[in-house]
């Protein structure tokens, strides 16, 4: 089935390190949604992005809507232990009939001591 | 050369209804889970299934009931459906459990009851 591309797939940083990430597609949408989880827990809501070119902030996190629409990118500034985890993006495109949201396969965030 | 494949990916139905949404994975995956994603975009685990066995049942009405006939396969029954049920579920699988591992998702079932 079709997948976004989501990289890198893994990072290494040190703590206090920016962090950024993206998604791309070739198909456009109407939705980007950005969730972490933490490990033995669900995925959790970071940001949601509604409109091409929104830049939306969620304190230390800053995620844009592609003015494409067939990419988003997530930023995390001045990294912490806490934000350690799985970052997924996905893509939604409700229009007319259409309606299909499709995740990214992840990005793995590892903090270095 | 689905990975996680969901039927049906729509589903109206009268309050009221039994129906089920089956999910299947190709990926040799150990651990599958429900998801149910509300108006507002969030995930909620509903349930979490290791080499068929339950996992993780989190506070869901018993009137939802999983069902997994081997490891590839984790179904979804819902009877006596209600208003407060419409959502998009979906479906997810990992090698392992823990959450240590990337969650394959399915394509979702948008499940609207009338």
């Known amino acids: 089935g079709q997948q976004l591309n989501q990289n890198p797939q893994s990072m290494f940083i040190q703590e206090g390190e920016d962090v950024s990430m993206n998604c791309t597609s070739s198909s456009i949408f109407n939705t980007w949604l950005w969730y972490k989880q933490d490990p033995g827990e669900g995925p959790v809501l970071l940001i949601a992005?509604?409109?091409?070119?929104e830049l939306t902030s969620n304190g230390r996190l800053t995620a844009q809507f592609g003015i494409t629409r067939k990419d988003s990118f997530l930023n995390i500034s001045a990294s912490i232990p806490s934000d350690v985890g799985i970052y997924f993006c996905?893509?939604?495109?409700?229009?007319?009939?259409?309606?299909?949201?499709?995740f990214g396969k992840g990005t793995r965030l590892h903090i270095l001591p | 050369d689905t990975a996680v494949s969901q039927t049906p990916k729509y589903l109206v139905t009268q309050m009221g209804n039994d129906k089920s949404i089956k999910c299947e994975q190709n990926l040799g995956h150990d651990t599958m889970y429900w998801y149910k994603q509300d108006s507002k975009k969030f995930l909620k685990i509903m349930f979490s299934?290791?080499?068929?066995?339950l996992i993780i049942n989190e506070t869901v009405p018993n009137r939802f009931s999983p069902k997994s006939p081997d490891k590839a396969h984790l179904n979804l029954h819902i009877n006596s459906l209600e208003l407060g049920d419409s959502a998009v579920y979906f479906c997810?699988?990992?090698?392992?459990w823990g959450g240590g591992d990337t969650q394959y998702f399915g394509p979702g079932t948008r499940l609207t009851v009338l």
């Open positions: 997810a699988s990992s090698q392992d």
């Open positions: 996905a893509g939604q495109l409700i229009m007319n009939r259409d309606d299909k949201i499709i």
């Open positions: 299934y290791n080499n068929k066995e």
């Open positions: 992005l509604y409109k091409a070119g």
